[in-house]
């Protein structure tokens, strides 16, 4: 498999490879909110909406024709694991904020998961090539339990900040919190500096 090879991302923030406070495994722990959330492929939509000139909307199928990629990345997750050299194929955020023609006035995104789940960044983070909505990873969808049919991933980031089963972007001319953000998380979560909590 042909991909782009961006694990050396780490030195962009001036630390080693395996973050602080993290061990390196090869297993893929599951870790959710709930429940995996059922899906419908004939019903499943995936929208870009709010500080946008172009609100979007996509079936599956349509989003795997637009314009993709595969990336090797490494994922940190806030609990303390990191698996190193993931291959996930999808499509880059900035892909998707060139089609929707984003307003001089966003600032901030919210991310909004089939599950009820969101979580929030500023927008500067997430116009990185790095940020994808990845709907396979080695080579093989993503299964329900890894947020199949599709996830966000953040390698720059914790995890948390890459919701599974996600179902759209929601541009913001200002700050709002998610998920795990209202409950005392990190809005940053820069796995290099330990931002875990507020």
Not at 18 to 32: D, H, I, K, M, N
Not at 94 to 108: E, F, K, Q, Y
Request: aromatic share 14%; charged share 25%.
């Amino acid at each position: 498999m042909e991909y782009e090879d961006v694990t050396e991302i780490h030195e962009e923030f001036g630390g080693d490879r395996l973050p602080p406070g993290q061990r390196e495994t090869s297993a893929f722990p599951v870790l959710s909110k709930g429940d995996v959330p059922s899906w419908d492929p004939e019903t499943w939509e995936f929208r870009c909406w709010g500080a946008v000139e172009n609100e979007l909307s996509y079936t599956f199928d349509a989003f795997q024709q637009l314009p993709h990629e595969s990336q090797r990345q490494d994922f940190h997750c806030v609990t303390g694991w990191s698996r190193l050299d993931c291959v996930f194929t999808g499509v880059t955020f900035p892909t998707l904020a060139n089609r929707a023609g984003v307003s001089d006035d966003a600032v901030h995104v919210m991310f909004h998961a089939l599950d009820g789940y969101t979580t929030d960044l500023p927008l500067s983070d997430c116009l990185r090539d790095e940020v994808m909505f990845a709907w396979e990873l080695d080579g093989e969808p993503l299964t329900g339990e890894h947020g199949g049919p599709l996830r966000v991933v953040t390698p720059h980031k914790y995890a948390y900040k890459g919701p599974k089963w996600i179902t759209g972007i929601e541009f913001l001319t200002e700050k709002k919190r998610g998920y795990w953000e209202k409950r005392g998380y990190s809005q940053t979560a820069n796995p290099w500096h330990e931002e875990r909590y507020s």
